[in-house]
């Protein structure tokens, strides 16, 4: 089983993260934001992944150090629940279509962190949610899960159809990246042998 329990106590935040790789999808998200509730359920469903997030965060100042600090429990799940990264595929890409909206998604589990984020959001907020901070969301996974990760926006006007988007293209990039390559199982995907 490729799982991985993260928790993370600090004076702005304190979350239990639990992943599981090979699930079904299955989320149980408690974040203290709604709407990156909704986003992490999308993920998850998209990416087959068996998700629960417990956050209690300083949510009277802002949303910024709840998203930030469970991109970085997420990022450190993925880390912990790959390992060696031995078997994987290594690479996902997903073109994600959502009425008017398309965007495109990218990964390589490199071992190396760069976000390339080429998303015009329109609004500054959905709802009570700054949607800067879904970029921060992605850096913060990076930086703890260290891979190159590109998301672009190709069509759309609407930022909850864009966001949307994003998390669900992520989902299934991360599936594709994370999948057992069957033809090499006992194998790194690298020719330096690490990754």
């Known amino acids: 089983m490729r799982t991985a329990s993260i928790k993370r106590d600090t004076r702005e935040t ?4 639990a992943l599981n790789l090979d699930g079904t999808g ?3 998200i408690a974040s203290g934001c709604g709407f990156l509730d909704h986003m992490l359920e999308l993920f998850a469903r ?9 956050c209690n965060g300083d949510t009277q100042v802002d949303y910024h150090h709840s ?5 970085i429990c997420l990022g450190k799940a ?10 994987i595929s290594r690479y996902g890409q997903f073109l994600l279509p959502m009425d008017e909206t398309l965007v495109l998604c990218a990964c390589d589990l490199s071992g190396r962190d760069y976000l390339g984020w ?3 959001l329109p609004s500054m907020t959905v709802g009570d949610f700054d949607t800067e901070l879904a970029e921060e969301f992605w850096l913060a996974f990076v930086r703890n899960c260290p891979a190159s990760i590109h998301i672009r926006q190709m069509a759309g006007k609407n930022t909850h159809h864009i966001l949307e988007a994003v998390f669900k293209g992520m989902g ?3 599936k594709m990246a994370v999948a057992m390559d069957e033809k090499h199982l006992n194998e790194i995907p690298s020719t330096k042998g690490t990754l």
């Open 14 to 17: 304190q979350i239990e993260l």
């Open 26 to 28: 299955k989320a149980s």
């Open 46 to 54: 998209h990416g087959d992944f068996d998700l629960t997030v417990k």
């Open 67 to 71: 998203v930030e600090d469970i991109g």
């Open 78 to 87: 993925f880390t912990e629940a790959l390992g060696d990264k031995r078997g």
């Open 118 to 120: 080429g998303v015009e």
């Open 172 to 174: 299934r990039t991360l």
